[in-house]
């Protein structure tokens, strides 16, 4: 790690929660690196995804970092699922606290990363360019956002609006006709808040989605404090438990247990709120016969939420397994549609022709706006790396290497792309588990493999592909054991038109993954070359 040519030891892409961690670890061990980052403040998804009513589906005190015991006992969060306002404050505070921000270059996005003589050039769309031996991405799994191949872009006069980069000023919306194409967690969430000001609101759904209620409310300071005195619990969860946090089910199969108490069980979930209610049994993320048990709950609920019958015949989902598609928490989406000035468009009886000067047309007619919000999702896992411009060994794009899919060892390498490790990458649990419990393995794990690099005086470290191939069919086999592959959905790349349909994330849960990483490791990194 010596190498004279070399400006940083290691440059961090990204400064979320995944990037300001990794910074400061490597600060803490006293390497020299630097944060490059495309936002002008920190928080990756939580700086950017900033629309009314923005919120972690995860609860607020497991939405956390852990590795900072102090942090952990001093922050006070004020909700049960906190808004993205104050999640984007937990991050600034950490990276103040932290002493992070001198560290790091804002307003630059990174639009090259080529390795060459033995270490990587970043090139940057302001101009700079950044030599460094290692690079670790810090990109986040949803965040190149996707905008729907819609004819007539150019053509509409009134406003566009993305959930994914919601303006920071506020937004005039009262008394406007607005509209809203999306209905996966970010449209779920946006739609009831979009109706308390709206003058009109249409909403255009593809695909009705499984949405349970969240049932937010404030914090009491004796929850506030019980967080903190589980602590211990919590560390422990995060490395003993599938999701990194403590989920409570009934450790019974639903198709095994008797009608009236799985009702009891799923009422008093369904009453508690959140996304839990789909771990009550332990059949329905692989039987369809018990997965339809969870699934007529959920569609018996959207019926007494929503009085007019055809509408709530097209908002209750069907057609695919539950859970197969991300659970949306929503905050009063399916009353919304009782509201008069609130109605729906049901893309699939009556689709999308184009945009038109002054709407949206569909089949049926013409719907006029004076704002078009687009909550239509994100080229997830892969977009991201892919749009950062990168070449391997001998110049090989990472755009061509993943043509047929994501290839990656362990989610964190790729057999061709020496000293590039990737957090939350393709083929780690990403989405499937709590998110902050994989950023904080990741990046320990990578820390360590960085310490280990200087400790050996090694050059290049580099994932094999023989063992890429063998993750390859690990995760094609998790997959094949769950109902998930059965859907389309951005879990297999389907919502980008042309995009190779691989299912990315691991299935077997964030202690089976992270039991397999340690022993990597403590086989001196088996899977790897060094030099
Ligand atoms: P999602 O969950 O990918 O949702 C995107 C939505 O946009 C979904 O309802 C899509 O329908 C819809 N969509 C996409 N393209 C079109 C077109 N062309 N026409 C109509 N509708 C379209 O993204 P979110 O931002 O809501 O949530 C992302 C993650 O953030 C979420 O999983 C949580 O982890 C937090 P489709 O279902 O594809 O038919």
Redo the contacts with the bound molecule.
Sequence with gaps: MCNLDAVLDIAVIGAGFAGLHMLDQLRRYEFSCHAYESAIGVGG?WFW?RYPGARC?VESVDYAYLHDPELHETWQWSERFAAQPEILRYAEHFADRRGLLPHITFGTTVTGAAFEDGAWNLTTDTGERVRARFVVTAVGC?SAA?T???PGWERFGGTVLR??RWPAEPVELAGRRVGV?????????VVPELAKEAAELVV????A?FSVPARNRPLTQQERNAAVARYEQQVHDARTTRFGHAVIGTGKAALETDPAERAVELDARWARGGTHIVATFTDTGRDLRANAVLADYFRDRVREQVHDPATARALTPTGYPIGT??L?VDDGYYETFNLPHVRLVD?RADP?QELTRTGVRTIGGDHELDVLV?????D?FTGALTRLGITGRDGRALTEVWRDGPRSYLGLAMAGFPNLFTLTGPGSTM?LSNVLRAIEHHVEWVRDLLVHAREHELTEVEALEPFQDEWAARLAELASGTLYPRT???YLG??IEGKARVFAPFAGGLDAYRRICDAVAAEDYRGFRTA
């Design positions: 998804t995804n589906d949803m996707h729907p191949p819609i959930t994914s194409i999306g209905t996966g967690s970010s449209g779920i969430q255009f759904q593809r695909t989605n598609k991300r949306c893309l999308i687009l909550a239509t999702g994100f997830a989405v389309d959905s951005y389907a919502n």
